[in-house]
């Protein structure tokens, strides 16, 4: 839960969001999204969801979180 509603995360997935889903991903995970990955995003984006929002879930991943 820290790390859905803590102001750091917040403030750092605003700094993240921008207009090209892919730049997200480059940046967080260091590789492009997956077609299923973009298409998810853009769906949640066409829905009015605010793009920080789903920044925030990357940034809580367990891809983020953990390195294999």
């Known amino acids: 839960l820290f790390l859905l509603n803590s102001p750091l995360m917040m403030n750092a997935s605003a700094a993240i969001a921008g207009p090209d889903p892919a730049e997200a991903y480059r940046r967080i995970f260091a590789r492009a999204p997956e077609k299923a990955e973009a ?4 769906e949640y984006l ?3 969801n605010a793009w920080a929002e789903y920044v925030q879930v990357l940034l809580s991943s367990n891809e983020f979180l953990y390195i294999e």
């Open 39 to 42: 298409q998810l995003a853009r």
């Open 46 to 48: 066409a829905q009015g």
